[in-house]
């Protein structure tokens, strides 16, 4: 299986910073990774398809890049809705699109 | 509009049996691989198995691999998760979603305790 590895596990940062996840898989995926915003009680939220295309209605200060290995998540400027955990997720592998462990992002 | 609505959750001892069932509703299920994805208390997202179409390939996580099944009725519009010799650590509140990851569920939660 492609296991994938996000960093940090957690961040601290105020209204307004620009913040990056990064998200690294365990072989190449091409630019198959999603990326999702999850609040506590809710299902996922899919932000982010194929690595870089932003979904209908997700504000365009979320932005993704990478591809082959090395994925980034970018929120050039953090709003007090944006505290969540982002989770990445690969879906390179027909039927088993595994997650990286999250990464809470929260209020300092 | 696109729904997808867990059931079948609930309390069960070690060693039981449960099944999920995931009805979808406003998109043609038939063409749409879906999954079955789980998160323990304070836990992040895993991924526990998958379906094709018309359900002729399956995955299934190693954590659960011999011991859950995963099926679809495209006539009932419906995805099922059997599950069985449930261990504590299957607690988990568990999510169907379309392959696509652009709808989900609300979840359903398992607690597995005697």
């Known amino acids: ?108 | 509009e696109v729904q997808l609505v867990e059931s079948g959750g609930g309390l069960v001892q070690p060693g039981g049996s449960l099944r999920l069932s995931c009805e979808a509703s406003g998109f043609t299920f038939s063409n749409y691989a879906m999954h079955w994805v789980r998160q323990a208390p304070g836990k992040g997202l895993e991924y526990v198995s998958g379906i094709s179409t018309n359900g002729g390939s399956t995955y299934y996580a190693n954590s659960v691999k011999g011991r859950f099944t995963i099926s679809r009725d495209n006539s009932k519009n419906t995805l099922y998760l059997q599950m069985g010799s449930l261990r504590t650590e299957d607690m988990a509140v568990y999510y169907c979603a379309r392959a696509t990851g652009d709808y989900w569920g609300q979840g359903t939660l398992v607690t597995v305790s005697s």
């Open chain 1, 1 to 108: 299986d492609i296991q994938m590895t996000q960093s940090p596990s957690s961040l601290s940062a105020s209204v307004g910073d620009r913040v990056t996840i990064t998200c690294r898989a365990s072989q190449s995926i091409a630019n198959y990774l999603n990326w999702y915003q999850q609040k506590p009680g809710k299902a996922p939220k899919l932000l982010i398809s194929v690595a870089s295309s932003l979904q209908s209605g997700v504000p365009s200060r979320f932005s993704g890049s990478g591809s082959g290995t090395d994925f980034t998540l970018t929120i050039s400027s953090l709003q007090p809705e944006d505290f969540a955990t982002y989770y990445c997720q690969q879906s390179y592998s027909t039927l088993s699109y595994t997650f990286g462990q999250g990464t809470k992002l929260e209020i300092k």
